[in-house]
């Protein structure tokens, strides 16, 4: 889970517009708020991503669906307030379903540094605060079919990139293999992984947190800062999957 950063409220959504759907909805319960304007809006907020999860929506059949951080059954009043809509996928919106955010402690992901309330170590979510542990038990962050065997996959795909990166930036900087071919591809693989941890991929933080805590991945880059040999880029792809650690 990362912080997102919401797109202004689309026009379309105009003050008239959203009294007149709010109350059709107090009145029907229709869905009003399935408008294009708005759920391409909350995509583009959040990196086409579950603002929960953080798998990627739009793919695999992962639909979007629209989360009201206040639900809409307590707060009908607030079913089409801007600040009020996340994108979510089908699974974390019906696990948090009626659960009461604004009376019991839960993490909103467009106001709040989720860095702030959860951790992770070995893949799996733990929590810093009581937010954090209403979340994680709320969505089951941690379900082993679900979530957790997502992750381990990731970090397992990670931990064999890594392998094969440092053995090649140890012999770089040995002189075995000090040659423009091997120089070229520590900085590919380095910048690829790096690449995985930001914030338009699916599961930025679970990537950016196992690059971070992986010691391996610190001697890579400590290699390729002493030989010289790294580059604005990676650089700046650094201090943004720091930024996204757990």
Same mark, same amino acid.
């Given at each position: 889970m990362i912080k997102i950063t919401k797109k202004p409220c689309p026009n379309i959504l105009s003050p008239e517009l959203k009294d007149q759907l709010t109350k059709d909805f107090i009145a029907t319960e229709k869905s009003v708020w399935k408008i294009k304007d708005i759920e391409i809006t909350l995509l583009e907020s959040s990196h086409y991503k579950c603002v929960y999860c953080e798998c990627k929506l739009m793919e695999e059949s992962k639909f979007m669906e629209i989360d009201h951080?206040?639900?809409?059954d307590n707060y009908p009043d607030l079913v089409l307030d801007w600040d009020n809509l996340l994108p979510s996928c089908k699974r974390c919106n019906g696990r948090k379903s009626d659960y009461d955010t604004k009376n019991y402690p839960f993490i909103n992901p467009s106001?709040?540094?989720?860095?702030?309330?959860?951790?992770?170590?070995?893949?799996k979510y733990y929590p810093k605060t009581e937010n954090g542990k209403m979340t994680i038990r709320k969505l089951l962050l941690n379900d082993i079919r679900k979530m957790l065997t997502v992750r381990f996959d990731i970090c397992k795909a990670i931990q064999f990139q890594v392998d094969e990166l440092v053995e090649k930036a140890e012999r770089y900087q040995n002189g075995i293999q000090k040659t423009t071919n091997n120089k070229n591809k520590i900085i590919s693989i380095t910048t690829n992984l790096l690449y995985e941890a930001q914030p338009e991929s699916a599961y930025a933080a679970t990537v950016a947190t196992e690059l971070m805590n992986s &010691? +391996?991945?610190?001697?890579?880059?400590?290699?390729?800062?002493?030989?010289?040999?790294?580059?604005?880029? &990676? +650089?700046?792809?650094?201090?943004?999957?720091?930024?996204l650690a757990l």
């Open positions: 951080y206040y639900n809409k106001e709040m540094d989720p860095r702030e309330h959860l951790t992770m170590r070995s893949f &010691i +391996d991945f610190r001697t890579v880059l400590g290699i390729i800062k002493d030989e010289n040999i790294g580059n604005v880029e &990676i +650089d700046t792809l650094f201090k943004s999957t720091e930024m």
